[in-house]
């Protein structure tokens, strides 16, 4: 990966760094001016603008940390240790004119990083799928292949991958093809199903595990696959005290039209030419404490969302966990599964 990669000027907005740091896949960004290094941006200091700010019209340069770390040629045999020690996602290399002549990255192969991330995992694996079908008037949707295994499969992965040993699926289309479908294959995870007898929502359904999950666990929809630290989320959601947080994703669409705004007198205020718009969306995965499922009624229909607005009501903690838009793969729609396949195929 060439260095130009890494740079990004500081009058570029928000949205572009995000963009950026999305194809470079490595968590930090190198800012320039005249092009010259003079600071750094991180996917952690893109969260914490949007938190704190709320504003995701920003640019590079009101979110970018000023007094970046970074070494010298003649140092640069100490990089490894000099990150490791520092938690930093990558540093530039500088030679005598303070250009950057290369970037060392953060390995967690090589640093031995442990993931220890033992907390129960939820699956929505319910659903009808209809805006899948026909697919799923064979397969219920958990089961529906991405590459050479299903959906659900690709999720339960990528936790135990963190150290998740003990996961349930909440049941209920086809349910015994998911269940046939997990007797049958090796696995060193444990898997619990809760059976709804009727449909009980993205929320409802959770009632079922009354007396089940006594700890801070992950809830997740069957139909997304999100490519985020899920350590760092947890850790964020414990140390801020939440009682649910959601995780969103930034989200921009090109209006592919001019965009007219008329004034009270009928007459044109104002004329944007394939306006831009960026907002942040829910993506379907929540850190949730225990609490959640002690206070549902049983066998009552309700949406996790509706959850949500009912203790933000209360005056609870909902916190909110920013990732980019490439983080986010969601294949709730023909087009976005094949999207979906070809990310994952590439990446694999």
């Not at 801020?240 to 921009?252: A, F, P, Y």
Request: negative net charge.
């Amino acid at each position: 990966m060439k260095i130009n990669s890494f740079l990004i000027d500081e009058e570029a907005s928000m949205r572009e760094a995000m963009e950026q740091l999305d194809r470079v896949s490595k968590k930090v960004l190198f800012v320039t001016r005249n092009d010259k290094f003079i600071a750094a941006i991180s996917n952690g200091d893109i969260r914490r603008w949007i938190l704190k700010k709320g504003n995701i019209d920003a640019l590079v340069k009101d979110i970018a940390n000023y007094n970046p770390k970074y070494l010298m040629e003649s140092e640069k045999s100490n990089a490894n240790e000099y990150m490791k020690e520092n938690f930093i996602e990558g540093l530039p290399v500088l030679d005598s004119n303070m250009d950057i002549v290369s970037v060392v990255l953060w390995n967690e192969e090589e640093f031995g990083v442990e993931k220890n991330l033992e907390v129960p995992v939820v699956v929505m694996a319910g659903g009808l799928g209809t805006r899948l079908y026909p697919y799923t008037k064979i397969l219920p949707k958990p089961l529906i292949p991405i590459g050479e295994i299903p959906i659900v499969e690709h999720i339960i992965n990528r936790f135990h991958k963190l150290g998740a040993k003990e996961f349930h699926l909440i049941v209920n289309h086809k349910k015994n093809m998911i269940k046939a479908y997990f007797n049958e294959i090796d696995k060193e995870y444990s898997i619990n199903y809760a059976d709804e007898e009727e449909p009980l929502g993205t929320g409802g359904g959770l009632s079922l595990l009354k007396g089940k999950i006594n700890s801070t666990f992950i809830l997740s929809n069957c139909d997304i696959l999100i490519e985020e630290d899920y350590e760092k989320i947890y850790k964020f959601h414990i140390e801020n005290k939440n009682l649910i947080t959601m995780v969103c994703s930034l989200k921009n669409i090109r209006i592919p039209y001019g965009v007219i705004e008329i004034g009270e007198n009928g007459e044109i205020e104002s004329m944007k030419e394939k306006p831009e718009f960026s907002f942040l969306t829910n993506t379907g995965m929540y850190i949730v404490e225990p609490k959640i499922i002690q206070d549902l009624e049983e066998n009552k229909k309700v949406g996790f969302p509706d959850i949500i607005e009912k203790y933000k009501a209360e005056g609870e903690r909902i916190g909110v966990f920013p990732i980019g838009e490439n983080s986010w793969l969601d294949m709730g729609q023909l087009d976005e599964m094949e999207e979906m396949r070809r990310r994952l195929e590439h990446d694999e």
